[in-house]
């Protein structure tokens, strides 16, 4: 398990080449990336992301074991950025490896969905009119009922 | 203990960590120590239906119990991924 946050970017090609290098045994690799989305009024000056250094890697670390026991993985990465981020840049990326491709996929929106509402991370969008806290959302939770 | 605050809770009360003295048994004492403080505390805790809390970087529930713990964390509902 590899579970990394950081304030730097990271190279989705590269990330996940390294991550599913020697693994022959491993026949399916999958990949979610998420990127900060402009509004929809197209305004989005920059998101900044807070998190809770200590407990977020905890809380990752906790999400990626979970996966595994759930599921047939050769490995699990997680990557998470904070600070400063313009629209179209890649926020944060989960890669899962399995021998078979059904448990990569299931794993990865399992991660996914417990990422956003389980990992202390808060995304705030700053436009020219100011700044607001993105709230979460009612689905983000009942998301997590189907597992 | 050390007590933090994150996002909105840390703007509204205008600090992100303090080291509070309290005997507080349970989170929700410590909440209510808390609010009778100042105005921006009160104001931070009005709707507790809109926080999460966590005891020493574990997520748990208001009715919590303190004993032992070093670190308290108040927050909105996370928005990650």
Redesign the interface.
């Known amino acids: 398990m590899i579970v990394r946050v950081q304030d730097a970017a990271f190279d989705l090609g590269a990330e996940a080449n390294a991550f599913a290098a020697g693994h022959s045994d491993m026949g399916a690799l999958v990949t979610f990336t998420g990127i900060v989305r402009d509004l929809a009024r197209g305004d989005l000056d920059r998101m900044v992301i807070e998190h809770y250094p200590g407990m977020t890697e905890r809380a990752l670390e906790k999400i990626a074991r979970e996966a595994q026991e759930r599921w047939g993985l050769g490995d699990v990465l997680v990557i998470h950025r904070y600070g400063d981020m313009a629209p179209g840049e890649q926020i944060m990326m989960v890669a899962t490896l399995a021998p078979h491709r059904k448990d990569a996929f299931e794993a990865a929106e399992f991660l996914m969905d417990y990422l956003k509402s389980r990992a202390p991370f808060w995304k705030k969008e700053f436009t020219a009119d100011g700044a607001d806290w993105v709230e979460s959302k009612a689905e983000d939770e009942d998301a997590l009922t189907r597992w | 203990m050390d007590v933090?605050y994150?996002?909105?809770v840390r703007e509204r009360i205008g600090l992100p960590k303090e080291t509070v003295e309290t005997n507080a048994a349970t989170v929700m004492d410590l909440v209510e120590e808390l609010r009778a403080r100042e105005e921006r505390y009160e104001a931070a805790f009005a709707d507790l239906s809109a926080l999460r809390v966590?005891v020493d970087?574990?997520?748990t529930e208001f009715d919590a119990p303190l004993e032992g713990a070093r670190e308290v964390?108040f927050?909105?509902?996370?928005?990650?991924?």
Not at chain 2, 75 to 81: A, K, S
């Open positions: 933090l994150f996002a909105w966590a970087q574990d997520l964390a927050f909105p509902p996370m928005t990650g991924g």
